[in-house]
């Protein structure tokens, strides 16, 4: 099997998992806000969003306008989102070396 396959199909869930958790707390966290109960980290949020759950935060963030407008936590994610694009484009562009690497082995 392509190893390129494998690498894009481990991060596709990874990107379900992560996303669907992160997605999942964010919704919490909105609903611990307006009530004024105990919240979640954005260091925990981060650290799922660092681990693929970016786009469940981003689409929690659209649904239910949270952590949206906060600058602090936006940089930090969109690191984190330009991280990953990084790394996908890293696999594209690598995909050669990546395939010579594992079928030389």
Known sequence: MDPILIILVCYAVL?????????????????????????????????????GGWFGSLMAQVCYRHKNKKCSYQIIFWIIVAAHVAGIGAVFFGREKIRDLFTNS
């Open 15 to 51: 990107l379900l998992f992560f996303g669907l958790w992160t997605f999942s707390l964010m919704a919490r966290d909105k609903r611990a806000a307006e009530s004024s109960m105990w919240r979640i980290s954005e260091c925990k949020l981060h650290t799922l969003e660092l681990f």
